[in-house]
């Protein structure tokens, strides 16, 4: 073996590493752990003790001198590279522009609605996507027969034996809130929602949602009113008209629809709002005292409130944009145009 090292020692010294794949087989024989230097040092238990001395020593030899001999090549080659690279280089050509993205405008309105709700003291809250029976529909009073239930509407992932699907609003974190927190709860919960729908230009089956809840002794409707009145005046100008209209939904009593006062000054206005001026923008009311008892908090001594709203319509009023599909197309014509918004 020794006889071997000598002839190795050899081969290094009178290697010439002139070219990258001359250089990379060296290193694949001589320096990485597969090659010959790796043999050498299993085996050198084989060797006998009177001369485990000499091998050793020449082991290191072939080894130190491998690796000099790589870095040295190496060196060379990346001198040589870099010298070609920088001759090639037109120093008159104009530079290439630094393009700067931006925050998408979905982001950009969620970020606008926590501010607003933030100024009055809501803090914010997440859940899971995935969720089960309990926090997306029972403890929000849908009984077992709602339309809500069904695959038209839900993305389901297993339906025993909680019934495990993706959730169809964010009212599920408020569950959850309300089961971890006692009273007083301000909370705002955005996120991502799926409805099982058909895709078109005014609804997605991905979409997002913020949703708010108080709950405190002696909330009344009044203080949903003036809540909901002073985020559209924030979002939409203070001259921003809001009207609510009696609506019913399965967690809150009494419901109502929230809409703002759109205007009719073009024919763009006429169409989106159906010829009546206004537009809906979500839902609210008081919630259902069976929903406060489901979460273990007494509908006796408390009271609270809930709303919810789509971020893209939120997004496609303020922006003017008539495709809600646009939202998750990742057209960079159309997300450029964002750039200089805040």
């Known amino acids: 073996m020794i006889d071997k090292l000598e002839e190795l020692i050899k081969e290094v010294e009178k290697s010439k ?3 990258e794949e001359v250089i990379e087989k060296f290193r694949l024989k001589f320096i990485s752990r597969k090659g010959v230097m790796g043999d050498f040092f299993a085996n050198i238990k084989d060797v006998a003790p009177e001369k485990r001395k000499e091998f050793g020593q020449k082991v290191n030899e072939l080894k130190n001198l491998a690796q000099q001999k790589f870095k040295d090549a190496a060196a060379e080659a990346k001198k040589k590279s870099g ?4 001759a090639a280089v037109d120093l008159t050509l104009p530079t290439i522009p630094n393009e700067l993205g931006t925050i998408h405008p979905i982001t950009q309105v969620r970020n606008r609605i926590v501010e607003i709700f933030q100024k009055i003291g ?18 929000l009073n849908f009984p077992p027969n709602h339309p809500a239930r069904e695959m038209q509407d839900t993305f389901f992932i297993e339906k025993d034996p909680e019934e495990i699907a993706l959730r169809t609003h964010t009212s599920s974190v408020q569950v959850r809130v309300m089961e971890n927190q006692e009273p007083p709860i301000r909370t705002l919960s955005p996120g991502r929602v799926y409805r099982n729908e ?4 005014r609804a997605h089956c991905i979409f997002h949602q913020v949703e708010g809840l108080y709950v405190n002794e002696n909330v009344s409707f009044q203080d949903l009113k003036n809540t909901l009145y002073y985020f559209a005046k924030e979002m939409f100008g203070k001259d921003t008209k809001i009207r609510l209209r009696p609506s019913y ?16 000054k073009t024919e763009s206005d006429k169409k989106i709002t159906k010829g009546t001026g206004w537009l809906e923008i979500g839902g609210c009311g008081m919630v259902d005292p069976n929903v406060l008892a489901n979460c273990n908090i007494d509908p006796e001594k408390y009271t609270g409130f809930a709303f919810g709203m789509g971020i893209e319509r939120i997004a496609m009023l303020k922006y003017k944009i008539n495709d809600i599909r646009l939202f998750t197309e990742n057209d960079t014509r159309f997300l450029r145009q964002f750039s200089g918004l805040s």
């Open 17 to 19: 590493l002139e070219t």
């Open 83 to 86: 010298g070609q690279q920088a």
């Open 122 to 139: 809501f803090n914010l809250s997440e859940g899971p996507e995935i969720e089960n029976d309990w926090h997306n529909f029972s403890a």
């Open 198 to 201: 058909t895709i078109s230009a």
């Open 249 to 264: 939904f399965p967690f809150t009593e009494p419901s109502a629809e929230l809409d703002i006062y759109w205007g009719l």
